[in-house]
């Protein structure tokens, strides 16, 4: 071998030792800076892009979130041109639907719906925003099981994963501080019966003043119909 290759032979090595060290540095996730101990979310607002699957039906969009804790809701769905689409109030078990270009609007309880319906899934939303039973950071690498919910927090004590005794499972990712409370860039929703739901949040605001007003549809002049008929979904 020649000095010319023995010379590029090395820089080869060591650019994929630097490649390799990098890329290894660059999966390591920093613990998080500025948390408020005892501080959590009480209301959320934030642009979302959202996706859902079921079977073979799949769908996505973007859209408008705003949330109060513990359990109530006001999501918008947005058309590519920015007209409301859709919107979608939850309070409790009370789910309401409106369709603001037909006028017509769809409520009742989610727990009265059959057990196939695609509703049924909204019931967990409450159960995903609520906060890990232990404070953040957790427990680092570790797994802890409380009345039967399996809670895992990763390698900085950020809640990656939990499991219902259902079997139903909610995953978190992309966390950052926020207002001085670890939040979740990218939520995934996968139900027992197989449906996913993947929400993204686009500069979410924390625990900012939220009008009472938009967490509860306006029915006034809609012709207003049982969930059970909400076809839509």
């Known amino acids: 071998m020649t000095e010319n ?16 060290v990098l ?9 998080l800076t500025g948390l408020v101990p005892g501080r959590s ?15 073979e039906r799949s769908s996505a969009g973007r859209g408008y979130l705003v949330y109060q804790a513990p359990d109530m809701y006001h999501l918008l769905i947005l058309s590519p041109f920015g007209q409301t689409m859709l919107e979608a109030f939850g309070e409790s078990d009370r789910f309401t639907c409106v369709i603001p270009s037909r006028q017509v609007a769809f409520t009742g309880l989610l727990s009265e719906l059959p057990e196939q319906s695609a509703l049924k899934s909204l019931q967990l939303f409450q159960w995903v925003m609520a906060p890990s039973p232990l404070p953040l950071p957790g427990p680092l690498r570790q797994k802890v099981e409380i009345a039967g919910t399996s809670y895992h927090y990763d390698e900085i004590g950020m809640l990656e994963r939990k499991v219902a005794p259902s079997g139903d499972q909610a995953s978190y990712q992309g966390y950052r501080s926020l207002d001085g409370v670890p939040f979740p860039e990218t939520i995934e929703i996968r139900s027992a019966a197989g449906g996913e739901v993947r929400i993204v949040f686009d500069e979410p605001q924390l625990n900012a003043p939220v009008e009472a007003s938009s ?7 809609m ?3 049982p969930l059970a008929e909400f076809k839509v979904m």
Not at 23 to 28: E, L
Not at 41 to 48: D, E, I
Not at 215 to 221: A, E, Q, V
Request: net charge positive; aromatic share 2%.
């Open 5 to 20: 290759n023995r010379l590029h032979l090395s820089r080869l090595i060591l650019i994929i030792v630097c490649a390799a």
């Open 23 to 31: 890329s290894g540095c660059a999966a390591v996730k920093q613990p």
């Open 41 to 55: 979310v009480t209301t959320l607002q934030s642009s979302v892009s959202l996706s859902a699957s079921s079977g």
């Open 215 to 221: 967490l509860k549809p306006d029915l006034s002049g």
């Open 223 to 225: 012709a207003v119909y």
